[in-house]
């Protein structure tokens, strides 16, 4: 473990990490962990593959954003179905957790940009909300 490691500890002392404390997203005061709603997320059945990074907002400090691999929304797919899809996630892990956590947006995506290693590259995720944010500033 290191600096930085968000880690828990089960009953048998078997310590899991879970998270990094720099990716945490703080959003209104809160601290929003990726690492659970990716988790969650990976549970929806049309959902294959998840990473979730926070959106720069001048109200909130940052909005989780969650991209998505979604076997159902082609990348390519019109906007009113997309929006649908969206509306449809965010309906579906809105009862399960709070409603700082629920992501601001969902963008569909072919596939999450990975390492060699397989660790999220988050880094050029956050790159490409922010242009999206600073091209949209008004839509959340």
Do not use: C
Not at 16 to 36: S, T, Y
Not at 39 to 64: F, K, N, S, Y
Not at 84 to 108: G, T
């Amino acid at each position: 473990m290191l600096a930085g490691d968000i880690a828990w500890r089960d009953g048998e002392g078997n310590t899991f990490i879970v998270d990094r404390l720099k990716e945490l997203i703080k959003h209104k005061g809160f601290q929003v962990a990726p690492a659970e709603l990716e988790g969650l997320l990976l549970q929806h059945p049309e959902i294959t593959d998840v990473a979730v990074v926070g959106a720069p907002d001048e109200r909130a400090g940052e909005l989780p954003v969650a991209f998505v691999v979604h076997k159902g929304v082609a990348v390519t797919a019109e906007a009113a179905a997309k929006k649908a899809a969206e509306a449809e996630v965010k309906a579906w892990i809105q009862p399960k957790v709070a409603e700082y956590k629920v992501p601001a947006r969902v963008l569909f995506v072919e596939a999450i940009p990975k390492s060699a290693s397989g660790k999220i590259l988050r880094r050029v995720l956050k790159e490409q909300v922010a242009a999206l944010v600073a091209a949209q500033p008004e839509q959340k």
